[in-house]
C-alpha cells in the first residue's frame, strides 16, 4: 500500500520560524497536491520539552549550530525550535491535514533528539511508527517534508533499514545545508532508497 509520511512541517521549520530551511513554505502546496496519490497519510511532529538538550541554550558557552559530544554521540546544537504547546510546533496552517491519520511525535525525551520519525537517535526507543505501519499494511512508503537531510534523511534511513520500499520525493522537501543534502541522497541510492519528483508519481 502506497504510504505518504509528512515530516515536521512545522512553523519553526518555515521561513520566518526559529529554525528555518530556505524555501520550506515552496513544498506545502506541493504536498498538499500530492495527497490524492495515496491511500495512507502520516505525520511526524518535532515535539520538544522546554531545554531541551539539542538547543544551544541548554550548553552555556556555546553556539546555536556548534557540534558537540552528548551522551556519546554528536549533537548540533539548534536554535530553540518545536517546544511543546507553541505556535512554532504546530503544523503549517495551509498544510492539508483532513486525511492524515496519524501524527507521530518524537523529540519528547529531554536527554536526547529524535530526528527519524521511528527511533531516537541512539536508537533506544522506537516511536512505534514501524510497526503501525506493518500493521497497516504499509508496502511503499514515500517521504516529503523538512529537514531534507534531517528528520526526512534520517526516517528514510530507518525505514529502509525496517525492509520498507523507501523513495524521497525530492521536490517536496527542502534542505538546510545543500552540499549536506547531496550527500544524503547519494547514501540514500546507495541503500537502496529511491529518489523521485511529486510529477512521476
Ligand atoms: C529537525 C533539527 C532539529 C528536522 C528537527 O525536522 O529536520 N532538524 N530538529
Ligand atoms: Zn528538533
Known sequence: ????????????FIPGGALAVPGGDEIVEVINRL?????????????????????????PGKKEFEKIQWKGQEQVLWPVHCVQETIGANFHPNLEMSRVEAI?????????????????????????????????????????????EYCVYFSILDALQEGFET???????????????????????????????SKDL
Not at 1 to 12: E, G, H, P, S, Y
Not at 37 to 57: C, M, N, R, V, Y
Not at 115 to 143: C, M, P, Q, R, V
Open 1 to 12: 500500500m502506497k504510504t505518504l509520511i509528512i515530516i515536521d512541517v512545522q512553523n519553526d
Open 35 to 59: 495527497q490524492e496519490k495515496f491511500e495512507l497519510i502520516i505525520a511526524t511532529q518535532d515535539w520538544h520539552p522546554q531545554g531541551h538538550s539539542s538547543f544551544a541554550e541548554s550548553h
Open 104 to 148: 507521530f511525535r518524537k523529540g519528547t525525551n529531554p536527554d536526547i533528539d529524535s530526528y527519524s520519525g521511528f527511533y531516537d537517535n541512539a536508537h533506544l526507543k522506537s516511536t512505534g511508527l514501524g510497526g503501525y505501519l506493518k500493521e497497516k499494511g504499509s508496502t511503499e512508503i514515500y517521504f516529503c517534508g523538512l529537514a531534507a
Open 167 to 197: 523513495i524521497l520525493i525530492e521536490d517536496a522537501t527542502r534542505a538546510l545545508d545543500e552540499e549536506d543534502f547531496e550527500n544524503a541522497k547519494k547514501n540514500i541510492l546507495a541503500k537502496g532508497g529511491k529518489i523521485v519528483m
